[in-house]
C-alpha cells in the first residue's frame, strides 16, 4: 500500500469530497494554528489508534515529513486511501490560507 501526496490547492477539493483532515503534530502545535476542519493525533500516539484511520484521510504536519512519516506507517499497517499535505501547514501559509487557533472541536 502507498499514499499520495497532495498540494494546498487540492485540500479544498479533497475536503469537499469528504476526506478527513488529521493533524499528526504535538498537541502544542496544534493549538498554535492548524488547517481548518483538521484533528489532532500527534504522531506520537498513531502507534495502537491505527483504527481511528479512514480511507479518504489527509495527513498534516508543519512541513509534510511527520505526515508523510505517518502516511508511510499507516500505509504498511494496510490503510488505503492516504494522503499526505505536501509542504503541511507551512504550505497552507505560503498560499495565503488561515489557519485556526485552539484546541480541536
Same mark, same amino acid.
Given at each position: ?39 489532532? =493525533?500527534? =504522531?506520537?500516539?498513531l ?11 489527509? =495527513? ?21 486511501g =492516504? ?23
Amino acid at each position: 500500500m502507498t499514499y499520495q501526496d497532495i498540494f494546498t490547492t487540492e485540500l479544498e477539493v479533497k475536503k469537499r469530497e469528504g476526506a478527513r483532515l488529521i493533524d499528526v503534530r504535538e498537541r502544542s502545535e496544534y493549538t498554535q494554528g492548524h488547517v481548518p476542519d483538521a484533528v489532532n =493525533l500527534p =504522531l506520537s500516539e498513531l502507534v495502537g489508534r491505527e483504527d481511528e484511520i479512514a480511507p479518504n484521510t489527509v =495527513l498534516i504536519c508543519a512541513s509534510g515529513n511527520r505526515s508523510s512519516q505517518a502516511a508511510a506507517y499507516l500505509a504498511s499497517q494496510g490503510k488505503a486511501g =492516504l494522503m499526505n499535505l505536501s509542504g503541511g501547514t507551512a504550505a497552507w501559509v505560503r498560499e495565503g490560507c488561515d489557519l485556526h487557533r485552539g484546541e480541536q472541536p
